[in-house]
């Protein structure tokens, strides 16, 4: 469903991406950890295209990311191309960027209505689906400044689901919150996991990783340094540099 290949990045003289290789297959759950500044969100954003890349290449369901290949040539996509490309791929990030003037519900109908077109009764009765997959159904109302940091997130959550994604991206969606409510962004995660959604997940809860994830990769400095299942790795690290990380964040 994801596959980077060989993906190079660099701001300047700074390269964040040395040759990143990964593949995700179709409902599979990657977690992502490594030192702060490892390159991690770079990472995800060149998945969706928030970053073009100097090297490599970036496929999501099948179509290469941002070009298209006509006569064996590679052609940017035009805007309207890529917005449809980028619906694919949903993200939820540290800070919740829900629109402060719209509930729930609203936040959660906006995508569908505008990008989309769906219909308003349709994208209604669907959000109001989603909120109570996220356990808040009998949140709809509320406004963002009206609800907990957790129940902010699982609106975010249901907002990138509205949109029917392929993938879903998760930029360390628990690190703003407050301990007591990470579990229940979590557990919404976990459901997710479990219903069949491919999931690249950047976080330091090893616990979520352990028990959803089918593969951990540790980055450091741009560069994949150690990767496989997650009990495996937890349990036995074989790099230096990961045994050391490890040591820091469990
Ligand atoms: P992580 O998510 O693992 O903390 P990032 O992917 O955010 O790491 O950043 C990797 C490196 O790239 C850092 O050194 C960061 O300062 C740098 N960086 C990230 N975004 C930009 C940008 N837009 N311009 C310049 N440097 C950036
Ligand atoms: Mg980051």
């Not at 928030?50 to 006509?70: F, K, N, P, Q, S």
């Not at 694919?88 to 990030?93: A, H, I, T």
């Not at 936040?107 to 219909?119: A, K, L, Q």
């Not at 990783?209 to 560069?223: C, I, P, S, Y």
Request: proline share 5%; net charge neutral; aromatic share 4%.
């Amino acid at each position: 469903m994801v596959r980077l290949e060989s993906v190079g990045k660099r701001y300047g003289g700074l390269e964040v991406l040395r040759g990143v290789s990964l593949e995700v297959p179709e409902g599979g759950v990657v977690c992502v950890v490594g030192p702060s500044g490892s390159g991690k969100s770079t990472l995800l954003r060149c998945v969706n295209r928030l970053e073009t890349i100097d090297a490599g290449r970036v496929w999501v369901d099948g179509e290469l990311v941002g070009y298209r290949e006509h006569r064996g040539r590679l052609h940017h996509l035009r805007p309207e191309e890529l917005c449809r490309q980028r619906q694919k791929v949903g993200m939820v990030f540290q800070r919740f960027h829900l629109f402060p003037h719209m509930t729930a519900l609203e936040n959660v109908v906006e995508g569908p209505c505008t990008v989309r077109g769906v219909p308003r009764a349709e994208a209604v009765r669907r959000g109001r689906e989603l909120l109570e997959r996220v356990g808040l159904a009998d949140r709809a109302g509320h406004y963002p400044a009206q609800l907990s940091g957790g129940q902010q997130q699982r609106v975010a959550i249901a907002r990138s689901l509205a949109m029917s994604p392929k993938v879903m991206l998760f930029d360390e969606p628990t690190s703003a919150l407050d301990p007591e409510l990470v579990q229940e962004v979590l557990g919404v995660m976990r459901d997710l996991a479990a219903s069949g959604m491919t999931m690249i997940v950047v976080t330091h809860e090893m616990g979520f990783a352990r028990e959803a994830g089918d593969h951990l990769v540790f980055v450091d400095d741009g560069v994949i340094v150690e990767e496989g299942p997650p009990r495996e790795v937890l349990a036995a690290p074989r790099h230096e540099r990961t045994r050391a990380f490890l040591g820091q964040v469990l």
